[in-house]
C-alpha cells in the first residue's frame, strides 16, 4: 500500500512576520503566534530574547534549515519567521470560570500527541458539535492549528476555545483544583467509556495514534476508559473515539439537539 503524505499548504505572506526585532516586537506586544520557525544555525543575544519571550508566551519553536525559510519567499528573514496564529487562545483558568459562572457543566478535551492535523480538525469539529467548553493543547508536541486544521474543522477552532498550555500535567493540576475529573481514553482499559460518570465535571484525555497518552499523565487521571470493539482492529482513528466518547457525554448528561 502506497503512503501518501498529506500535502500541506504554505502560509499566506499575510500570516507572516519576518526578521528577529519585528518577532520580538509581536512578542512583547502580546501578539497571538502559531509558530516561530528559525533557522537551526543561528545564535547570539538576540537570538536568546527570542526564545525566552516564545516560551513566555508558549510560542513553539521549531529550527528548520534556511531552505525551509527560503521557500516562504519573503526576504530578509534573519533566519526567523513567526506565523500569527488564526486561533484565538485562551487561558485555562478563565474558560473554567466562565463555564462555571454561565452556569454549565464543564466538558473539556485534551490533546497529547495528537500530530495530525486532519484528526485535530475533525476533533475540534466533534467537540464543537456536541457542546465541549475547551480544546486543551500543549505548546510542543502538538499539530499546528493552521488553516489546513481549520478547514478541516469547518471553521470550529475559531468558534470554540482552545487552551495552549506549557505542561499537560500542569493543566490536569488546575483541572483538579477547579473539581474537574480527568478521564483518558486508553485501549488496554478494562473500564468501559458507557461505565465512565461524564455527568460530573470532566475532561477526556486523547492520546496519539503512535503512542497513545503519555504514561505520567494516565496516573494522574481520574479513571482510564476503552471503547469495546467487537471488531478485530486494535484502536480506532483518535478522531472517531473522540465522537463516540463525546456522544455518550451528552447522551448521559441527557443534552438534546
Not at 526567523?80 to 464543564?106: F, H, M, R, W
Not at 471553521?155 to 482552545?162: D, I, N, Q, R, S
Amino acid at each position: 500500500m502506497k503512503n501518501f503524505r498529506q500535502q500541506q499548504h504554505r502560509p499566506k505572506k499575510n500570516t507572516l512576520i519576518v526578521g528577529r526585532e519585528a518577532i520580538i516586537n509581536a512578542l512583547e506586544s502580546g501578539k497571538q503566534l502559531e509558530r516561530i520557525f528559525m533557522q537551526a544555525t543561528v545564535h547570539g543575544e538576540v537570538i536568546n530574547t527570542i526564545k525566552l519571550l516564545a516560551e513566555k508566551n508558549l510560542v513553539p519553536i521549531n529550527k528548520v534549515p534556511v531552505e525551509k525559510l527560503n521557500g516562504l519567499n519573503v526576504s530578509n528573514h534573519e533566519g526567523c519567521i513567526a506565523v500569527i496564529s488564526k486561533v484565538q487562545y485562551q487561558n485555562l483558568q478563565d474558560v473554567i470560570s466562565l463555564v462555571v459562572e454561565n452556569g454549565e457543566t464543564p466538558l473539556f478535551v485534551i490533546l497529547d500527541g495528537v500530530t495530525d492535523i486532519r484528526n485535530i480538525g475533525a476533533i475540534a469539529r466533534s467537540a464543537y458539535s456536541f457542546g465541549a467548553h475547551a480544546i486543551i493543547i500543549p505548546d510542543k508536541g502538538v499539530g499546528a492549528l493552521n488553516e489546513d486544521a481549520i478547514l478541516t474543522s469547518a471553521g470550529a477552532l475559531e468558534m470554540m476555545a482552545v487552551c495552549r498550555v506549557s505542561s499537560l500535567m500542569k493543566a490536569v493540576d488546575e483541572l483538579h483544583l477547579n473539581g474537574i475529573k480527568v478521564f483518558a481514553s486508553e485501549m488496554t482499559a478494562t473500564t468501559k467509556v458507557y461505565d465512565i460518570d461524564f455527568k460530573e465535571p470532566c475532561a477526556i484525555v486523547l492520546g496519539g495514534e503512535e503512542h497513545g497518552v503519555y504514561q505520567p499523565l494516565l496516573k494522574i487521571c481520574d479513571a482510564v476508559f476503552q471503547i469495546p470493539m467487537p471488531g478485530e482492529f486494535e484502536s480506532l482513528n483518535v478522531s472517531v473515539a473522540n465522537g463516540i466518547i463525546l456522544y455518550e457525554a451528552i447522551r448521559q448528561r441527557g443534552v438534546e439537539g
